[in-house]
């Protein structure tokens, strides 16, 4: 949940290694993506290719998980004037990865919450500020995400440091008092083996501590990201909530932050990286906002020389000041910009199987994305009929899970290959001990 456990993808560069020709009109079906990173990535790649009209269905088993991607979004879209390259990449890694803020973005996620109330209540409003953005759920997942978006809003006490460590203690057990042992077993004994090199044990060990996973020098975080809460229920004026339900063990470094096109950001020396994977990360994410701005290539400049990779400073205690949030301040509505030929639509989950008995999807989709948590929700009927001809069918795979070991990527595999089995497909080789994704096209 909040954040993917493989890299982002160019979606429409993969179908074109398959198909070599595009259609006029690509249709993407994506279940479990989890953070919106493979529709970004996309959307940032796209001038590379021919032109296309790109139009995204995305399912999602929690509406929090929707509700964070609605967020993320409407950050990465926000217009120059608003939020210039480097602001808006650290206002994206916060909210995307980070269990404490800023103020200043705390103060952000309020403003943008209630602009958010608005948006699920009224679909006119929706469309005038985030145009390419559709919402096709059913009127108690539309009430859910009203309720959500207004505890975002900040009016409720929340410790989001004590829900995160009594997860902890569960999580780790007799360990607990040993936790740093631990954390460093799993990123140098796992995580480092299977592709997650550029982690480095200070970003790791302040994620598994403390929900932290991205910081700098000269912020200083202290206010809690209330769109990493989990099972809001409306409770007279107040709100009552389960805390923090997500992901602890893998971060959210690896979407953004193990690949990067310039190689000087991945280089190591001594065993110790130069840069971080919060500072790839940064940097992939300028990159991203400044292709989807303007569909040219990105010319990195660093603002700093200091490079933190190797470096290793005191674990402080993280707590959260001043709890209570103040009233909401009026701001003005920053309508995102325009994205040409690209619609994003939020599907209910509850109509996925449904689609294999609908002529409207006969056919329907070019490219198929499963995450690896909803295998369950895939089966050869509906890829037979949805999926058109030479369509692309993607599948997650859980080389990132960290209690995962062989025995475990080789059933998933076995779950797969029985998920699909009788579909009409051609295989691509598939090791679930290295690759990132299953791939199959469908004959």
């Given amino acids: 949940m909040f954040w993917g456990l493989t890299p982002s993808l160019d979606i429409l560069g993969l179908y074109i290694e398959e198909n070599e020709t595009l259609p006029a009109e690509v249709n993407v079906l994506l279940v479990g993506g989890a953070d919106a990173r493979h529709i970004l990535h996309t959307l940032a790649r796209r001038y590379r290719h021919a032109p296309t009209k790109l139009n995204f269905y995305v399912a999602e088993a929690s509406l929090e998980t929707i509700a964070k991607q609605l967020l993320l979004l409407n950050v990465s879209f926000q217009h120059p004037s608003v939020l210039g390259l480097i602001p808006k990449a650290k206002i994206f890694m916060e909210l995307y990865g980070n269990a404490l803020v800023r103020p200043s973005v ?9 602009e958010m109330v608005k948006m699920v209540t009224d679909y006119d409003y929706l469309a005038k500020v985030m145009p390419f953005v559709s919402l096709e759920v059913k009127y108690k997942e539309r009430d859910y995400l009203e309720n959500l978006f207004k505890f975002w809003c900040g009016r409720d006490d929340f410790d989001i440091c004590d829900s995160w ?12 008092d040993s936790r740093l042992g631990a954390f460093d077993w799993d990123l140098h004994m796992r995580l480092h083996s299977i592709g997650g090199r550029q982690i480095c044990s200070q970003e790791y060990r302040n994620f598994r501590s403390t929900g932290v996973a991205f910081s700098w020098l000269e912020s200083e975080v202290s206010k809690p990201n209330r769109s990493m809460v ?8 107040k709100f009552v909530h389960c805390g923090y339900l997500g992901e602890m063990s893998t971060g ?3 979407a953004y932050g193990l690949e990067c096109e310039d190689e000087n950001y991945l280089k190591h020396t001594n065993g110790q990286n130069t840069y971080r994977a919060t500072d790839v990360t940064e940097r992939n994410l300028c990159q991203i906002f400044h292709e989807i701005q303007y569909g040219a290539e990105y010319t990195h400049r660093t603002t700093s020389d200091v490079k933190l990779g190797p470096v290793v400073m005191n674990l402080g205690e993280k707590r959260v000041i001043d709890i209570k949030a103040s009233e909401s301040e009026k701001v003005a ?3 995102c910009f325009e994205l040409e030929n690209v619609k994003i639509t939020f599907i209910s989950l509850s109509s996925l ?9 006969r056919e329907f989709f ?4 499963f995450g690896c948590f909803y295998v369950k929700h895939l089966c050869k009927e509906l890829i037979s009929h949805v999926a058109a001809a030479r369509a692309l069918i993607l599948i997650e795979n859980q080389k990132f899970v960290v209690t995962h070991r062989e025995k475990e990527l080789r059933e998933f595999d076995e779950e797969i290959k029985k998920a699909l089995d009788g579909a009409p497909r051609k295989e691509t080789a598939f090791d679930p001990c290295q690759d990132n994704f299953a791939k199959f096209v469908k004959l």
Wanted: glycine share 4%.
């Fill in 366 to 369: 070019h490219v198929i994305y």
């Fill in 252 to 254: 959210p470094f690896v």
């Fill in 230 to 237: 989990c099972v809001v229920i409306p409770n007279g004026e």
């Fill in 165 to 176: 460590d009594r997860r902890l203690r569960k999580n780790l057990g007799v360990r607990y």
């Fill in 333 to 335: 509505t920053n309508r």
């Fill in 353 to 361: 199987p449904l689609m294999k008995h609908k002529s409207d999807y």
């Fill in 106 to 114: 705390a103060k952000f996620l309020t403003a943008t919450a209630t």
